[in-house]
């Protein structure tokens, strides 16, 4: 809540953007199920560590869009 907009679309509901984009939603979906899976999977300890770690950056990505259509 750190912009005017997004407070203001949080107390009044007013000036709220658009949901965010589908594809970008699918998209962020499907890289943090692969990564999950070659995370839980793989045999090697540098697969698993590098797949996580994308599934922590992926996850910070969504997080910094979801902040920014607020």
Same mark, same amino acid.
């Given at each position: 809540?750190?912009?005017?907009?997004?407070?203001? *679309?949080?107390?009044?509901?007013?000036? *709220? #953007? &658009?949901?965010? &984009?589908? %594809?970008? @939603?699918? %998209?962020?979906?499907?890289?943090?199920?692969?990564? @999950? !899976?070659?995370?839980?999977?793989? &045999?090697v300890?540098?697969?698993?560590?590098? #797949?996580?770690?994308?599934? +922590?950056?992926?996850?910070? #990505? #969504?997080? *910094? !869009? +979801?902040?920014?259509?607020?």
């Amino acid at each position: 809540m750190t912009s005017t907009r997004a407070s203001r *679309c949080m107390t009044y509901g007013e000036q *709220c #953007a &658009p949901g965010l &984009p589908e %594809w970008l @939603f699918d %998209w962020g979906v499907g890289l943090g199920a692969v990564a @999950f !899976v070659v995370a839980l999977a793989a &045999p090697v300890v540098r697969v698993r560590q590098a #797949a996580l770690t994308v599934q +922590i950056l992926a996850e910070c #990505a #969504a997080l *910094c !869009v +979801i902040l920014s259509h607020a």
